[in-house]
């Protein structure tokens, strides 16, 4: 309670400071404290601490050092050359081709050459040697993606009236997949590139929305830290303001509570992963759909991953929490039809409760003098072959194809987590939903053993904070053999490695690992940049 003698004081105070002012000077002093009062206010209370933000600065206003500037490009330029040297080594002793020929190939001379690119690669992806990346290989299918394609290579459903057949088979793909996810008949959607792009619509329809209904000037996206990167990207595209929230330390699912408290009037969506990428646990969107119903906020549900098997899981006799439009409060999922869809990549589907959502994803130009253009996703012109194949796909394996390879995927998945729990010095990071297994290790450096797998021919997805590596299980590893392969050699590099788990890690593992302990970000983002010029590289 107020003390009333004391505001009586506090009013003297202030009247006796001002009495010999004039009228002009208390207002200036009345306005200058008043927003000195909200810069401070701002300056404080903000997500990052002080220290967090004066440590950035600090480390920030380092780099103007000549000394240290000059050490930091030293270091830039060497690990750019290492990663040209790579690039350069990956291609081997294939030339590069930097003019237009003189006078154009023969089909078969480019044949050979495609061929002879696509043979480039020491990791033997056809066996499953490779985390993900080729989710089946079928030479019946690839031989009908390739008839195909080379029939709708030229088509664009940028033009309806001319590829009316490219539009439909659009709309079919979409309407299966929200059949799919127990969308009802108001369910829609689109085709996308990749689960990018359909994360990066979700984003930009719900803040056009939040816009238009709710007046949000400043948008913010709720994500949890295990959420996919191309939040991130798409926060960075739109200007969206990212919250990140922690994952719980066992389970390594999205901390609720955390999520309730990062909640703001400027949230315009709200994010959960069925699974999340690195450690492939399944936030519980049941409750991320209980806040998003009591704040009337749209939850998204990442499914790019693992989406065209949670949707067949039940089925085949594995049980999981609800994560689709069962749920009342998940207004968008998106899934990617060329992962466990077995499309040609470049294909995955945004997914919509309503078209009140979707109708926010569109663009659309009035006034352009070339006529009225709308478009409903990021490009303009969109290859119609990509679609044609992913509805192939779709007609090729059926219900029933999908559930005979979800049920080999999920087996295989649980007997490598099985076994794998069984051996001494490595953890398994929560419980893997679907189709991703991360280890981890409390006794040596977890790198180590991706680089001996790595000799071995296996490459793995390397996760850092905390360090681990994870395996993506895909049809190509139900092949028999495979998995048991992969366990024996994850056993014979266990062995080497506890003989001795003090042995720091080398190579490439080495500098990933090195990259976590660097304080200042912004150099590892420099490293990275490197890294993706270093993917361009010609010889000049």
């Given at each position: 309670m107020i003390n009333i003698p004391l505001l009586g004081t506090v009013k003297l105070f202030i009247n006796d400071v001002f009495k010999e002012k004039e009228p002009w000077q208390i207002v200036t002093i009345t306005t200058t404290t008043l927003l000195t009062s909200i810069w401070l206010w701002d300056v404080i209370f903000q997500d990052e601490s002080l220290v967090e933000r004066a440590k950035k600065k600090g480390l920030k206003l380092a780099r103007y050092i000549p000394s240290v500037r000059e050490k930091?490009?030293?270091?830039?330029?060497?690990?750019?050359?290492?990663?040209?040297?790579?690039?350069?080594?990956?291609?081997?002793?294939?030339?590069?081709?930097?003019?237009?020929?003189?006078?154009?190939?023969?089909?078969?001379?480019?044949?050979?050459?495609?061929?002879?690119?696509?043979q480039l690669g020491d990791y033997d992806w056809e066996r499953g040697k490779?985390?993900?990346?080729?989710?089946?290989?079928?030479?019946?299918?690839?031989?009908?993606?390739?008839?195909?394609?080379?029939?709708?290579?030229?088509?664009?459903?940028?033009?309806?009236?001319?590829?009316?057949?490219?539009?439909?088979?659009?709309?079919?793909?979409v309407r299966i997949a929200c059949n799919l996810f127990n969308g009802d008949e108001a369910s829609c959607g689109t085709?996308?590139?990749?689960?990018?792009?359909?994360?990066?619509?979700?984003?930009?329809?719900?803040?056009?929305?939040?816009?238009?209904?709710?007046?949000?000037?400043?948008?913010?996206?709720?994500?949890?830290?295990?959420?996919?990167?191309?939040?991130?990207?798409a926060a960075q595209f739109l200007k969206i303001k990212v919250r990140l929230v922690p994952v719980n330390s066992k389970s390594f699912t999205c901390s609720i509570d955390a999520m309730q408290r990062a909640i703001t009037k400027?949230?315009?969506?709200?994010?959960?992963?069925?699974?999340?990428?690195?450690?492939?646990?399944?936030?519980?969107?049941?409750?991320?759909?209980?806040?998003?119903?009591?704040?009337?906020?749209?939850?998204h549900v990442d499914a790019c991953l693992g989406g065209f098997l949670i949707c067949f899981m039940e089925k085949v006799g594995y049980n999981l929490p609800l994560f689709d439009f069962r749920l009342p409060g998940v207004t968008s999922i998106s899934a990617d039809t060329h992962k466990y869809g077995y499309a040609p990549k470049g294909s995955s589907v945004i997914l919509y409760r309503d078209k009140k959502y979707r109708n926010h994803q569109y663009t659309v130009s009035t006034d352009w003098p070339g006529g009225i253009y709308g478009s409903p996703t990021v490009n303009g012109s969109r290859a119609g072959g990509i679609i044609a194949s992913c509805w192939a796909s779709m007609m090729y394996f059926g219900n029933n194809g999908y559930?005979?390879?979800?049920?080999?995927?999920?087996?295989?998945?649980?007997?490598i987590e099985r076994e794998l729990r069984k051996m001494e010095g490595i953890c398994i990071f929560g419980t893997p939903a679907t189709s991703v297994v991360a280890i981890g290790s409390k006794d040596f450096h977890i790198y180590r053993l991706g680089e001996l797998l790595r000799a071995k021919g296996w490459n793995l997805n390397?996760?850092?904070?905390?360090?681990?590596?994870?395996?993506?299980?895909?049809?190509?590893?139900?092949?028999?053999?495979?998995?048991?392969?992969?366990?024996?050699?994850v056993q014979s590099a266990l062995d080497i490695t506890m003989k001795n788990p003090k042995v720091p890690v080398r190579g490439q593992f080495a500098l990933y690992g090195m990259s976590q302990e660097i304080a200042d970000r912004s150099i590892v983002g420099d490293i990275t940049r490197n890294y993706l010029d270093s993917l361009y590289y010609t010889p000049k």
């Open positions: 930091i490009d030293r270091e830039l330029n060497k690990v750019g050359t290492d990663f040209q040297k790579d690039a350069v080594d990956r291609v081997k002793d294939v030339p590069y081709i930097v003019n237009l020929p003189t006078k154009g190939l023969s089909s078969e001379d480019i044949l050979k050459l495609v061929e002879q690119h696509i490779v985390s993900g990346t080729v989710y089946k290989s079928d030479k019946n299918l690839t031989q009908l993606m390739g008839n195909i394609y080379r029939i709708a290579s030229y088509t664009n459903p940028l033009h309806p009236d001319v590829f009316p057949g490219v539009c439909k088979m659009e709309a079919e793909v085709m996308t590139t990749g689960g990018t792009e359909s994360i990066l619509l979700a984003c930009k329809a719900y803040r056009d929305y939040a816009k238009e209904v709710k007046g949000i000037k400043k948008p913010e996206m709720v994500i949890p830290t295990t959420a996919h990167s191309a939040f991130d990207k400027n949230t315009i969506m709200l994010v959960g992963s069925a699974p999340n990428f690195p450690y492939g646990t399944m936030d519980n969107i049941e409750s991320i759909t209980n806040l998003g119903v009591r704040y009337n906020i749209p939850v559930l005979e390879a979800t049920r080999k995927i999920i087996d295989t998945t649980k007997y390397s996760l850092q904070f905390p360090s681990g590596i994870h395996l993506c299980v895909t049809h190509v590893h139900t092949e028999k053999g495979v998995a048991d392969q992969f366990l024996d050699d």
